[in-house]
């Protein structure tokens, strides 16, 4: 139970911004978001090229189908990480006030 309690705490501190923002170089800032996007793409996209070939056993079609695809989920996640960012803040100044 005390687990429990300690995970719930910790998933409370994540969702609601608790913890007071530190400034540096890492942080939840607009480069950060598009660093994290571009690695993360990097993963998918080769996952979805070796998904691509083995149904289509074309190389060609399958690096099309990634190369195409790399681009608009780094902006989908960009969008996404920011939006998240967006309601942790309201969330804090809505229980501020």
Request: proline share 1%; charged share 25%; aromatic share 12%.
């Amino acid at each position: 139970m005390q687990r429990l309690f300690k995970e719930s705490a910790m998933l409370d501190t994540l969702f609601t911004a608790k913890s007071t923002p530190k400034k540096s170089v890492v942080g939840s800032g607009h480069l950060l978001s598009l660093v994290k996007g571009i690695s993360w793409r990097i993963v998918g996209s080769i996952d979805t090229m070796m998904i691509a070939y083995l149904i289509t056993g074309k190389i060609h079609m399958a690096i099309s189908i990634g190369s195409v695809e790399v681009f608009t989920k780094i902006f989908l996640f960009y969008v996404h990480d920011r939006a998240w960012e967006f309601f942790i803040k309201r969330k804090k100044k809505l229980s501020e006030a």
